[in-house]
């Protein structure tokens, strides 16, 4: 083996350890960390899941929520802090990028029709990066309480990964020795393991469609707009046509 499983077993107790004599501390570290590791758009649901493993450990069952609602904490701040930077910062520069991407140039005229609706949806497809999510969306037209609404669309996904983290976690103290697991413990994760899963994809794909829905109904209007001038101007150059000399 690559690595020894008691010296694994013993720095992974030792921060669990750790964890349980300083909870508060280990709540406002995972925060700041986490709101640094999102504003520079690294994969929040990356720590998300490490949230799943820790807490637990050092709350109990409980943890799971206490993970879910930091991971939650984490993606508003950091989402809030984006926002800022994106609108007042590098505003001109993401707007240059929006108008010449023809996969997110979309997203604007569907954000300012249907504003919090899109930003919702965006955030319920958790593979979106942080980058769109965050500074993307920040830069188009939509209005603050809009964007701060979205925030609600990825809770789900937010679970999922801690409640992910949580499944390893286990898994991991029983491949170490630490910890033993019944059938049905052991049925019951894989079951809501495959539900939460099915969830979030099934968000997912309908969060993808309702978008590509959205942007086709905004793309409607300007090209019968479009063919409204060219059948215009049709008609006044055969009206010149038409007119005696």
Not at 75 to 87: E, H, K, M, P, T
């Amino acid at each position: 083996m690559f690595f020894k499983r008691e010296l694994v077993a013993s720095y992974l107790f030792r921060i669990f350890e750790w964890a349980k004599l300083n909870t508060i501390l280990c709540m406002v570290t995972f925060v700041c960390l986490g709101v640094t590791w999102i504003i520079f758009c690294l994969p929040g649901a990356l720590l998300s899941f490490c949230g799943g493993v820790l807490f637990p450990e050092a709350v109990g069952t409980p943890g799971i929520f206490v993970a879910w609602l930091l991971a939650i904490c984490n993606q508003f701040i950091a989402g809030q802090i984006c926002f800022l930077v994106s609108r007042y910062i590098f505003y001109d520069a993401l707007r240059k990028y929006f108008e010449t991407n023809s996969i997110l140039k979309p997203i604007e005229g569907s954000i300012k029709k249907r504003g919090w609706k899109v930003a919702v949806l965006i955030r319920a497809i958790g593979i979106v990066p942080s980058f769109v999510s965050n500074y993307g969306v920040s830069a188009t037209s939509i209005k603050h309480l809009d964007y701060t609404i979205g925030f609600i669309g990825g809770w789900l996904w937010e679970l999922t990964m801690v409640y992910y983290g949580y499944c390893v976690g286990d898994l991991l103290k029983l491949l170490l020795g630490e910890y033993e697991m019944n059938y049905r413990e052991n049925l019951l994760m894989v079951l809501l393991m495959v539900l939460s899963l099915s969830l979030t994809v099934l968000s997912a794909i309908f969060a993808y469609f309702e978008i590509r829905r959205e942007s086709k109904v905004d793309e409607v209007p300007h090209v019968k707009m479009i063919e409204e001038m060219k059948l215009e101007s049709n008609r006044e150059s055969y009206n010149i046509e038409s007119k005696p000399q």
